[in-house]
């Protein structure tokens, strides 16, 4: 026999749902506490709720440097990404002397020089330092990823923030600083002196030299390569009055890519 | 504290605890047998709870009070974390007319002994949505207009879960009529 509506509602009367447990009323103003007091804004519960998707990014981001770094190492011709063919590759070492006018090298480095409108100085393609593996290492991860990054970056975001011009009055005065033998002007950061000329590596230099404070710096600027630095040193003041060679940058090869 | 509408609570909810508490005071006892009776599981039903209270505090950007009451809004919210809880997601549909082997699931049915066992596993087996209709109307007592609006269909679709959901009881509890009129 099939029930009726009657019996039917009858028989679901019998089911009876529980109270809410006392339990629950602890239980939730605990977790309002740690709603409100600590994420007290939907901005902020919104980006506790991106950290998962932070997490996942940022391990994305240090897969594709080592990915990089990997490539990077077994496939080095893939360095024509960042040093594209005709470009000129600069072989240098850092120098740090002692009182005594030993000195050590504290870096080897490898760049590329760089100069479009918008981006003028080099590009580290690798670097070393003798002694401290560590930093070598991270710079082995690091560099290839701002040496494709660092230029492209330049070309979309500078242009977001310069002057109407700048661009071309940067083109300009770099043209014109080659023009004349990379003579400093005012116009060029640090007013500098002239003192000279030298050859540096079959290139051509100006020397130029400036003091500031108890320092001499002294740069070797070769117009053949858009007035790159062939040579930079860094000199101290000594209370006789004379100077001292604190540190050295110096450039030991330089080749067409 | 006067007399406050449940939206003026809702209002102060995220800044006062005494507020908030109070709409919990004031629809506990629908949010937790609502969830109990659609999970079938006590536990369940707390978090549930829970959630559904937690999720008010957000709710100043997604309770519109033209659309309906508080206590409608809380049984959607009841709804769809149960939805959850049995593994579905928002917009997945839990087929009505599921084939079950009605035989088999009478039997385990009537291995019970309490009435209200026999019931609770009885409506256990019909599907979601018609045991949500089922639950909203014949437990909550909501007229079909409200149950509607929580179930987001049209009132005719209501009628037709309860009446399959009913037909589907009673064919399944037949057994347990004819052994107890028998008794």
């Known amino acids: ?257 | 504290m006067p007399e406050q509408t449940d939206e003026a609570l809702l209002d102060l909810a995220g800044r006062s605890e005494a507020a908030f508490m109070l709409l919990f005071e004031r629809h506990r006892e629908i949010v937790f047998r609502v969830a109990y009776r659609l999970t079938n599981d006590a536990a369940a039903a707390e978090d549930i709870t829970q959630e559904c209270f937690l999720g008010l505090l957000d709710a100043p950007g997604r309770f519109d009070p033209a659309k309906g009451s508080l206590r409608t809004y809380l049984y959607g919210a009841v709804r769809n974390q149960a939805r959850k809880y049995h593994g579905l997601r928002d917009g997945d549909v839990d087929l009505e007319d599921t084939e079950v082997d009605e035989a088999a699931e009478v039997s385990q049915i009537f291995l019970q002994q309490e009435q209200s066992q026999v019931i609770r596993q009885a409506i256990s087996t019909l599907p979601l949505p018609q045991r949500e209709a089922l639950i909203l109307f014949q437990y909550e007592e909501l007229p079909l207009e409200e149950i509607a609006a929580i179930l987001g269909i049209e009132i005719g679709a209501v009628k037709s879960r309860l009446h399959r959901g009913r037909a589907r009881l009673k064919r399944i509890l037949t057994p347990y009529f004819q052994g107890s009129n028998t008794r």
Request: proline content about 7%; overall charge neutral.
């Open chain 1, 1 to 257: 026999m099939i029930p009726s509506d009657e019996d039917l509602n009858g028989l679901l009367k019998t089911w009876t749902a529980p109270s809410s447990p006392a339990s629950l009323e602890g239980r939730l103003r605990r977790a309002y506490e740690v709603r409100v007091r600590y994420q007290t804004t939907p901005a902020a519960r919104r980006m506790a709720g991106l950290l998962p998707f932070a997490g996942k990014l940022a391990g994305v981001l240090a897969g594709a440097v080592v990915l990089l770094a990997v490539i990077t190492k077994a496939f080095p011709q893939s360095l024509d990404l960042i040093a594209p063919a005709g470009a000129i590759i600069i072989d240098a070492e850092f120098l740090d002397y002692g009182d005594d006018g030993t000195y050590t090298v504290s870096e080897y480095r490898t760049s590329s020089l760089t100069v479009t409108p918008s981006f003028y100085g080099e590009t580290i393609l690798s670097s070393s330092f003798p002694g401290n593996p560590v930093r070598t290492a991270a710079l082995e991860l690091l560099n290839p990823l701002e040496a494709i990054v660092g230029p492209r970056m330049h070309r979309i975001v500078d242009p977001l923030f310069d002057k109407p011009g700048r661009t071309k009055a940067l083109e300009i005065a770099v043209a014109a600083r080659v023009r004349n033998g990379c003579v400093p002007s005012p116009h060029w950061g640090t007013p500098m002196t002239v003192i000279g000329k030298e050859t540096v590596l079959n290139y051509t230099t100006t020397v130029s030299q400036y003091e500031f404070k108890d320092e001499k710096f002294t740069e070797w600027f070769a117009p053949a390569l858009d007035c790159f630095s062939l040579r930079s040193t860094t000199e101290k003041a000594l209370p006789d009055g004379a100077f001292q060679l604190t540190s050295e940058r110096r450039v030991l090869k330089v080749t067409k890519n």
